[in-house]
């Protein structure tokens, strides 16, 4: 069997050759063009999933920032309301005027409104009766000295509720620069003491009794022997004195606490600093005419000064006398 005519109806031509290129590139471009309009759709459907996320990321944050706050403005509430007459009116007033207003909004919120407003009317009415109460105790110059009656505190305010800084003895001097309206002294460093626990006169405290002088011999070459005096009173102790010498005073604040080289506590108007060539630790002794107008007495709880140095602790460079440094004649109490 022959097939005539088959080889000529397969023979390539120019035409042929054109139309199959032209064919095979229509369908190269729309293969490419397929691929590119995936890439794209891929594209713009990962975008949309990015911005969805970031708008609920958005969200969650906002909500707990909201959270956040409606809890601090309750603890803020909570922690300023106080069980006063005047807020209680105020908390009344708001709710009776906010519930009265239109009855047809009465929905959940409303109760966190009234809630937040009864909230801010009680603070302000605290703050204000706090404010009231610290602006009514007025102060006028009152330039005078007196002397304590009794052991009283000095505070650092006019009242009872102040700390305590330290105790006076009964005939201390006070130097006093003004009197406040409800009948306490300001002293001259700024601290204060009741005004009915003093009185303008001085004081007449015992004098010791002197002892009889016992005859001793007295030996071919004198020896000189240290100044004793006897000394009773005082909110720092009593008891045999021995003169020691002429010491400079200095004084000092804490810098790293308050912890002493002997593991005390320093406390002003008891702690000095000494070199341990002059006292050793515990050591109670007497610096003459108290620099900071107290009785005299204190402990050797501390060190890092030179000999002949003693070293007063005080809380803040403002209690240090204007002086800065001195000189006094310092005892040993026996």
């Known amino acids: 069997m022959k097939f005539f005519g088959l080889t000529a109806g397969f023979k390539l031509t120019k035409d042929r050759i054109i139309a199959s290129t032209s064919v095979v590139s229509i369908i190269a471009l729309c293969c490419f063009s397929g691929l590119g309009i ?61 519930s009265g207003s239109d009855p047809s909004t009465s929905d959940q919120s409303q109760p966190s409104d009234q809630t937040s407003e009864s909230t801010s009317a009680s603070t302000s009415a605290t703050a204000t009766s706090e404010t009231t109460t610290q602006t009514t105790i007025g102060e006028s110059t009152h330039n005078a000295i007196v002397y304590a009656t009794r052991v009283i505190n000095l505070r ?40 009915q626990y003093t009185q303008a006169e001085p004081i007449n405290t015992p004098s010791p009794t002197p002892k009889p002088a016992t005859p001793t011999p007295k030996p071919a070459t004198p020896t000189p022997k240290p100044t004793q005096q006897t000394t009773s009173g005082g909110g720092g102790g009593s008891g045999n004195m021995e003169l020691v010498g002429n010491f400079r005073v200095t004084f000092y604040i804490p810098v790293n606490g308050t912890r ?24 109670v002794i007497y610096v003459e005419n108290d620099p900071l107008g107290g009785d005299g007495y204190y402990t050797v709880e501390d060190r890092g000064v030179g000999t002949g140095v003693i070293d007063i602790f005080v809380d803040g460079m403002g209690d240090v006398p204007g002086y800065g440094t001195t000189t006094r004649k310092v005892y040993i109490v026996r």
């Open 38 to 98: 995936s890439a794209l759709l891929d594209a713009d459907a990962q975008a949309a999933v990015a911005r969805h996320e970031q708008e609920v990321s958005e969200m969650l944050e906002s909500s707990d920032s909201s959270d956040t706050d409606t809890s601090s403005d309750s603890s803020d509430g909570s922690e300023d309301t106080t069980p006063s007459s005047e807020s209680a009116a105020v908390t009344s007033s708001d709710t009776s005027e906010t």
């Open 156 to 195: 650092t305010g006019p009242g009872t509720s102040y700390e305590s800084i330290r105790q006076l003895s009964r005939g201390d001097r006070i130097d006093v620069i003004a009197v406040t309206t409800n009948g306490w002294y300001k002293t001259i460093r700024g601290n204060y003491v009741c005004a």
């Open 260 to 283: 002493t080289a002997s593991g005390s506590t320093a406390t002003m108007g008891r702690t000095v600093a000494a070199n341990k060539n002059d006292f050793p630790f515990g050591t």
